[in-house]
């Protein structure tokens, strides 16, 4: 993607899940997914390149319910003025409060994805650990729809082979060019 010039701040996009040039285009499909539309509660990750995402939630009215970095705590944050104020991570806790709405979409940044949803982040495991903490204490209740936003170049055949059994897999992938849903 480097090589490319398919990345945006911050370079190089090695050790991180990368901003990419088209996010804004691939974030806009989430408005002609059904369960997005009918969804109260959405999860995102802190990840630069779901900031687009967070704005449509808001934009939406829904309540958006995001993880601080480093799952230092979760905050959620409600009221489409905010949807350009409350959209970055150093923006999370003057907005955000304590979070109550169930989640029922769950957005992930990855490294790469495959065609059967299995998900590579950065090797930390934040995402699995999210969703975890988030059972734990109520604010998922039944399974969310898992959803990654990637650039095309991220999305990868098969690599089942690295999954392991704690990995949640995704149920859409959203890329510039096309939606992918898993079956």
Request: hydrophobic share 40%; proline share 6%.
């Amino acid at each position: 993607m480097e090589e490319n010039d398919l990345v945006t701040f911050p370079r190089p996009c090695f050790g991180r899940i990368p901003n990419f040039k088209g996010s804004e285009l691939a974030s806009q499909r989430l408005l002609s997914i059904p369960e997005f539309i009918k969804a109260r509660g959405v999860f995102s990750a802190p990840d630069g390149v779901l900031k687009f995402a967070r704005r449509i939630v808001l934009s939406e009215g829904k309540a958006l319910i995001v993880a601080l970095p480093h799952i230092t705590g979760f905050l959620e944050i409600k009221g489409k003025e905010l949807k350009d104020k409350a959209i970055t991570i150093s923006n999370f806790r003057r907005y955000g409060q304590p979070p109550k709405t169930e989640i029922e979409i769950f957005l992930q940044g990855s490294v790469a994805v495959d065609r059967k949803g299995n998900r590579l982040g950065k090797g930390r495991g934040y995402g699995d650990k999210e969703y975890q903490l988030l059972k734990a204490i109520g604010l998922i209740r039944k399974r969310p729809i898992v959803m990654t936003i990637v650039h095309d170049c991220q999305v990868f055949e098969d690599f089942s082979d690295l999954s392991e059994p704690h990995d949640i897999k995704v149920d859409y992938i959203l890329t510039p060019t096309q939606t992918i849903k898993i079956t």
